[in-house]
């Protein structure tokens, strides 16, 4: 994978280098050692592991200046006086701080690392996808993206979030309790344009779609009757319902077991974007609330483009599980994953409470 042409030598851990340095190193070492008349089987040292996300955050706060600290850097349980819990804030369009990513505000160094955590939250032969979004959207990565962070990293709770348009990502090593992906999350893209075409033609995201209309297809009539509802419901509510909460179309325990099995695999284009460990903790929280068998599938008829029965906004919901995907105008799509219902997100954005 090609790096940002910015990224400084020093900070770029790709395979690569670390080999050649690797390499260059061991060979030093080993003439060394020859010279001297030593055996070479203890000398080189073992290749050291890759680093992970959340080490880089900790490196990324020991940097900062104090005045960088001020702007961006925040206790864990931080109100804001608009936003409310601003670690589990959302939205489809914002920055978290003021700083772009690619601004004066971070050091060449700082920026680099920013990059590392990204992309070590993202499956790597997604990275290119991610990027396309953010040219397509936001003019490249950095631009108009912001960072914040939460509690201090390598002594306690700490979460890393990155936010812009269509898009906010975290980093919390497990910090935050119960919750997926260390809270709710939007991604999006708007590859043609605000007012995307049928078929969403370049969209990084509509594949996911096109997996949920085969399911529909899959259905009968009376299951579509059930899984097809007039209109969907404002799209950042994501709150969860719990176990006794009322939930629209179709309950998945009433499907056969081919539309489950291909139910399955749009669970698994939903998460694979992001890193394995992400995914194996949305399972894990799905699993804990009753799995698939626990959810409902709804589509909605309203804002289907050109009319061809092809669903551009529907969710996949249970009792502590929300996926709302949004195609019309263009791709939004709202996630919220825990493994215990009663946790409670952010108060503006989200309901603050268990919608009924």
Not at 61 to 69: F, H, I, M
Request: charged share 25%; with cysteine; aromatic share 10%.
């Amino acid at each position: 994978m090609k790096r940002d042409a910015d990224l400084c030598p020093a900070c770029d851990d790709s395979q690569e280098s670390v080999t050649r340095r690797t390499f260059l190193r061991a060979a030093g070492a080993g003439a060394a050692i020859a010279a001297a008349g030593l055996p070479l089987t203890s000398a080189v040292a073992a290749p050291q592991p890759a680093r992970t996300s959340e080490n880089c955050v900790e490196l990324l706060y020991k940097s900062l200046k104090p005045a960088q600290k001020k702007v961006i850097a925040f206790p864990w349980d931080y109100q804001h006086s608009q936003q409310g819990l601003l670690r589990t804030h959302i939205s489809n369009n914002w920055r978290i701080t003021p700083p772009a990513i690619k601004s004066e505000f971070y050091s060449a160094e700082q920026q680099a690392l920013i990059r590392e955590i990204f992309v070590g939250l993202i499956q790597p032969d997604w990275v290119d996808r991610f990027d396309k979004q953010f040219t397509d959207d936001m003019g490249g990565f950095g631009k108009v993206q912001g960072i914040a962070l939460f509690g201090e990293p390598g002594q306690g709770k700490f979460e890393f979030v990155l936010s812009g348009r269509h898009g906010t990502v975290r980093c919390d090593g497990n910090s935050a309790e119960h919750l997926a992906f260390g809270g709710p999350m939007v991604y999006g893209h708007a590859a043609s344009g605000y007012f995307e075409k049928a078929q969403h033609p370049g969209n990084i995201f509509w594949h996911q779609s096109e997996a949920a209309n085969k399911v529909y297809q899959m259905l009968d009539g009376k299951q579509r009757k059930l899984a097809l509802q007039p209109a969907a419901p404002d799209e950042a509510e994501v709150a969860f319902r719990g176990a006794k909460g009322k939930f629209d179309g179709i309950a998945v325990s009433e499907m056969s077991s081919d539309q489950k099995a291909h139910l399955q695999i749009v669970l698994e284009k939903l998460i694979e974007p992001y890193r394995q460990s992400d995914r194996d903790e949305v399972v894990a929280a799905l699993k804990k609330q009753g799995g698939l068998d626990a959810c409902h599938l709804v589509f909605w008829e309203k804002d289907d483009f050109d009319k061809d029965g092809v669903w551009d906004n529907w969710r996949l919901e249970g009792p502590s599980f929300v996926w709302h995907y949004r195609g019309a105008p263009h791709v939004h799509v709202w996630v919220n994953v825990s493994d215990d219902a009663s946790v409670v997100t952010n108060s503006k954005n989200l309901s603050g409470a268990l919608r009924q």
